[in-house]
Each structure stands twice: as C-alpha cells, then as structure tokens.
C-alpha cells in the first residue's frame, strides 16, 4: 500500500516560487496499479518522485505499507522501491546479469542467491537467460532494454514499484506486447505500483485506478471506468477525449453485457421453422445454425427462409463472426462495423453457442453508467437517449 | 608481377625506393653514424622516459581526482570558472612554463618534472570532468533510484562510463608530454633533447635525428601502450573499439 498525505512540492524559480505538487493525499491500495494521469507539467511525476525522494517533498508524508517514510534513510527506503524510468537507465559498463544483480547486491545478497534470481527474473520477461545474460545493453533492442529496466526493479522483490512512463519511448506494436506481458506478470506479483502516464489508453490499460493531475492538484481519482463515465469537470472531461465513451468499451467485457435469449435452429429444422423463430425472436437478417454440440455452423437469413423450401442444412451461409466470452466490447464494436451488422453470437471457451450480444445491448450498457446530470451537453445527451 | 592498377604500381614504387634508400644509407655509412650514438641513445631514452613517468603518473594522481572533484553537483557553481582558468593555463607555452618553473625551483630533474606535471595535468582533468559530466543524466537517475550512495554511483556507473573520455585524455596528455620532454634538456634535466639541441648547436643532423626519431617512436609507443591498455580496462559495454 501506497498512501500519499498532504504530499506537497514548491519549486523556488527566479520567477518566483512554483508549486510542482499542491497537497496532494491519495492511497493505493496493495496489489493494485495506480496511473497517474495528466498533461505534461500537471504535478504527476513531481509526485512520483517524492515518493522515492528522487525529488524531495517540501512538506507532506509518504507511507508505504502503513509505515511512514519520513525517518527512513534515502538510500534504504530507495532499495525497497522498485523504479523503472522512460529512459530506461541500464548501466551500459555493465552486463544484462550485472544490471538485473544490483539491488541485490547492493543489498548484500551471495552470489549464488542473486545469480539464480537473475535467470528467473530473465524467464519472467520472456528472454532467454542464456542468450542475453552475458551481453551488453547496446545489443539489444530498445523494447529488450526495458524489459531488463523491468527485471532489474523487480529483482529484489520490492513490495512497491514506481515506474515513471515506462513504456513511452517503444514502439507502439512493442509496447502492447510489453504492456501485456507486464500486466501478466502483476497478476502474479501483486505489487502495489504508482505508473505515470500521459497516454489516456494505456491508463485504462494498464490502471486498476486513474489519477488525474492539472496544474500541481489531483482532480479525480477513480476507477477507469468511473473515469470515463462520470468526469469530475471539463478538464477531466476534455483530457479525457471526445471518444471517451468509445474508450470504455476497452474496459467492458462481452460476458457483462452478453444475453443467452438467443434463438437458434439446426441443421435438421426446415427453412419453415427458421422463418418462424426468426419472427418469433424478432431478428431482422437471420438466424443462427448449431449443431448438437451447439457450435456455430451457419446462418440462415430471411429473405432466405421466406423465399425458399428445404432443410436448414442446404442452404447455410458462412458465420462472419463470432466473439468469445473475454472478448471487450472494442473487438465487437469493430466486427460489428466491418461487417455492418448489430448483432454477434457469443461462444464460450469450448466453442458452444452461448449468447448474443447486440449494438443495443452495448449502447445500453455503456449509457447507463453515464452519469445524468453532468452539466455536460454531450454526455446527458447520451444519457437521455436510452 | 604484372601490375594491374594504380595502386599496385604505387606500391612497387614505394618498395623500390625504400629498397634504393637501403642500398644508399648502407654505402654512405649513415647507418653506422648512427650506431655511433646508440649508447648515448640508450640512456638518454631512459631518462627521458623516466620524466614522463614521473610527470605524467603524478599529473594522472592529481587530475584524476580534480576532475571528479570538479564534476560533483556540489561543485557546479566553480567548476566551470574553474575549468577556464585551466584552460587558459593550457595556453600558456610550455617552454614559458618550464622557464617559471626554473626560476622558482632551480635547474635539474625537479623543476622540469614539475613543469611536464603543470603541462601534462589540463588535458586528463579536462577530459575527466568531461567525461564525467557526460554520464546521461537518466543513467545517474537510475543509479540515485536503485539506492545507490554517492560513492557507489561514481564507482560503480559514473567513472565504468567516462572511462574511455578519461583514458583518451590521458593518451593525448602523455605523448604530448613525450614531445615536450626534450625542451627539459634546456633547464638541465637530460632526455633525449640533449642529442637534438647539441646536434642542431652542432649543426650536426645525425646527432639530432638519433635524438628525435627515438622521441617519436616513444611517443608512438606509448600512444599504443595506454590504447591497449584502455581497450583491456574499459567495460566492453562502453568500450566503442570493442563494440
């Protein structure tokens, strides 16, 4: 656990005094990811650092695990701190196993106890021990490096991370691969992390929560969705993005929002009986074909069923598409629109014909958690809609 | 051997002119001119050397440290003045500073070592203080991050990665203290510029290059010596000759 208590950082500038970061008090639950969030200048990494006094706070406690940092020596309370930065930092004199090793061995760990959790750490990040161990920083791509800045502020175990824009300067294909790999590894590490971030999507990403800074103060702090939903003021809200309710269907699963009523014939049905359910379900295009096992083998449209004679089974059509239980509502937007359809049979991870989910199911979903009464147009707009 | 292009043809000619030189220096006697001198040589280029090693590790001992002095946080505010005060030392001729250096510290070994010192110190403090001032500042963030102390930062991230700036300075620093070596002659501490300035007193050419051709293959030598020696120390990570 993280808890910030009227954290506050004044800078003296010739032109005068600048507060950096205006008490600012938030915790972080253990285990959980905090991004926090804003605009460059806005107070965020101000913040970050004084946690590990990279930047030493003008007045305020920090407390890390109920304890309070205050009396702690620098240098002891920096060690149990995990700190991954933007510029990634490896020691380039030193090789990959030396720059993962020194917390350790700044923490007086034998040799044999550091070099194995070297190797385990290497596994951890996905690169083979044996290949990269023994080699040098400058051999190895930038999305590696960080990889390694990665291993090496988890390599003695800290219980906190603070990991400042870590992921800003990969490429955007690696950095979704490392995001996910990272976001993998904290399921099973449950460290408590403080993430600084400009980038509004891999803070719903990433974040168990959000914290928004402008100009020194927290201005929300929230869950992503909560973020997205219910904006505090217009800065959140313009920050944020005119998308952002697009933005939530990242955060929302189709297992939220997925209704088993679907109706659906088999191959041994006659186009009659389809033509019937498809009225009775009220579909507009077609209906769904699954075999005894309930798997999805085609479709039957209606003009189709109304037109012709014969069994389901002669005149299947190919299913576009199908999405999975785990699936976010971003994956089924995109099938809906390239496809331009507005409804999806869902399937569970055995492949069975579970559900459907619908664009109106969807809008549903999402609008209802907008908050009425924002004094915002857009969003009571799509609030009063549903 | 057909010759087939310019450069071959180059090289022919270059091989038989050397070869012609031989033929020439062997019947005009030159060579044993200069057998003649080798004594002399001998232990003049064992002198010489001697106040370079004396110079320039003493000047290595102080700049060193001046420079990481320097390049402390703590320093910032005078390091830069300070840096140019050192410059404008550099400037200074170094047959002017030997000159100083004998009036205050008399004719002999002493004040000649301590002008090849002043001479030989600017060019390692600068470099060091560079080189040290050109750690990336994410590198020292990250090494301030993980905990650790001043001390272990220099030691550990700073010095590993201005190695190579520091070494070169150290390289430039002592050939050209080599070269200069031979100006100590003149406030009577021996090396090799007694064969030079006697034999260009002499108008005597033999007795002068069997002076400076031993000076500069010295300072060849010695370039190449502290090259390899900054090749086996410097951490491969940061080594450019071994990446």
Same mark, same amino acid.
């Given at each position: 656990?993280?808890?910030?208590d ?9 032109k ?12 972080v639950?253990a ?9 460059s200048?806005c ?8 946690i ?5 706070p003008?007045?305020?406690?920090v407390?890390i695990?109920? /304890? ?5 020596d620098?240098?002891?309370?920096? +060690?149990?701190?995990g ?7 490896l ?5 990959? /196993? ?13 040799k044999?106890?550091y ?5 385990e750490?290497?596994?951890?990040i996905?690169?083979?021990p $044996?290949?990269?161990l ?8 930038g ?8 291993a ?11 990991? $400042? /824009?870590p ?8 950095r979704?691969?490392?995001q996910?790999e990272?976001?993998?590894m ?21 974040g168990d929560s959000v914290a ?7 201005v929300?702090?929230s ?10 003021n ?9 998308? +952002?309710?697009?933005?939530?269907l990242?955060?929302v699963?189709?297992?939220e929002v997925?209704?088993? $009523? ?20 009220g579909y507009?295009?077609a209906?769904?074909?699954?075999n005894?096992?309930?798997q ?6 209606r003009?189709?069923?109304r ?6 089974r ?13 699936d976010d509502?971003?994956? *089924? ?7 331009d359809?507005?409804?999806?049979p869902?399937v569970d991870?055995k492949? +069975?014909?579970?559900?459907?989910i619908?664009?109106?199911?969807m ?6 958690r907008f908050?009425?009464?924002?004094t915002?147009?857009s969003?009571?707009? *799509?609030?009063?809609?549903? | ?18 070869f012609?030189?031989?033929?020439w220096?062997?019947?005009s ?6 057998l003649f ?6 232990f003049?280029?064992v002198?010489? #050397? ?5 110079s320039?590790?003493?000047?290595i ?8 002095v320097?390049s402390?946080?703590s ?6 003045s300070?840096?140019?005060?050192l410059n404008?030392?550099?400037t ?8 100083l250096?004998?009036?205050f510290?008399g004719?002999?070994t ?8 002043v001479?030989?110190?600017l ?6 203080y560079?080189?040290l ?14 905990g ?6 220099l030691?550990?991230?700073e010095?590993p ?11 430039t620093?002592?050939t050209?203290?080599?070269g ?21 007193? #002499?108008?005597d050419?033999?007795m002068m #290059?069997?002076g400076?051709?031993p000076t ?15 090749f086996?120390v ?7 000759s071994?990446?």
């Open positions: 656990m993280i808890q910030l009227n954290l506050t950082k004044v800078f003296d500038t010739p005068g005094a600048v507060t950096a970061a205006d008490n600012i008090s938030m915790e639950p285990g959980e990811i905090c991004i926090l969030l804003g605009p200048g107070g965020k990494t101000t913040t970050l650092k004084m590990n006094r990279i930047i030493r003008s007045s305020g406690k407390f695990n109920g /304890e309070d940092t205050t009396g702690l620098t240098q002891d309370l920096r +060690r149990n701190i700190y991954v930065i933007q510029q990634i930092g020691f380039p004199n030193m090789t990959i /196993e030396d720059n993962i090793s020194v917390v350790p061995r700044l923490l007086g760990w034998d044999t106890r070099r194995e959790r070297a190797r750490h290497m596994d951890m996905a690169l083979d $044996d290949a990269f023994k080699r040098y920083p400058s051999e190895l791509s999305g590696q490096q960080q990889r390694i800045g990665v090496r502020a988890l390599a003695a175990d800290p219980p906190v991370m603070l990991m $400042d /824009e992921f800003g300067a990969i490429d955007p294909i690696n979704a691969v490392i996910d990272f976001l993998k904290q399921q099973e590490l449950k460290k408590t992390i403080m993430f600084v971030s400009h980038d509004i999507d891999e803070a719903i990403k990433m928004v800074f402008r100009e020194g103060k927290l929300q702090y869950t992503p969705d909560d973020l997205l939903a219910a904006p505090q217009d800065f959140v809200e313009s920050f944020l993005g005119e998308d +952002r309710a697009l933005k939530r990242n955060l699963r189709v297992r997925v209704s088993d $009523d679907i109706g659906t014939v088999s191959p041994g049905d006659t186009l009659e009986t389809a033509l019937a359910r498809i009225d009775d379900y507009q295009n209906i769904l074909v699954v005894d096992k309930r999805p083998v085609g479709l039957i449209s003009a189709l069923a037109t012709t004679k014969g069994f389901c002669d005149h299947l059509q190919n299913v576009s598409a199908t999405v999975s239980l785990d509502l971003r994956k *089924v937007a995109s099938l809906m629109f390239a496809q359809i507005t409804w999806l869902c991870a492949g +069975r014909v579970c559900g459907q619908t664009q109106r199911a809008t549903h979903h999402l609008g209802s908050r009425p009464g924002t915002d147009a969003s009571s707009h *799509v609030a009063t809609e549903e | 051997m057909p010759i087939q292009s310019l450069k071959g043809g180059f090289r022919l000619l270059v091989l038989v002119a050397i012609f030189a031989g033929v220096t062997q019947s006697g030159v060579i044993g001119d200069f001198y080798l004594p002399d040589v001998q003049l280029a002198q010489h #050397l001697w106040l370079t090693v004396l320039g590790g003493l000047a001992v102080v700049a060193i440290p001046l420079g990481v320097l402390r946080p320093m910032a505010r005078v390091a830069e300070l840096m140019q005060i404008i030392g550099t200074i001729p170094t047959l002017a500073v030997l000159a250096s004998m009036s510290l004719i002999g002493v004040p000649a070592v301590f002008g090849l010192f001479a030989t110190l060019p390692i403090a600068r470099n060091t560079a080189g001032k050109g750690v990336s500042p994410a590198l020292m963030e990250a090494a301030a991050g993980i650790m102390s001043p001390a272990q930062r030691f550990r991230v010095l990665n201005a190695l190579y700036v520091i070494f070169a300075g150290i390289r620093a002592l050209i203290n080599i200069t070596v031979p100006l100590a002659f003149l406030i009577g501490a021996g090396g090799l510029g007694e064969l030079i300035f006697t034999g260009i007193d #002499l108008y050419p033999v #290059l069997s400076a051709i500069a293959l010295l300072a060849i030598v010695v370039d190449a010596l502290i090259a390899l020696i900054a086996l410097v951490p491969r990570g940061v080594n450019p071994r990446a």
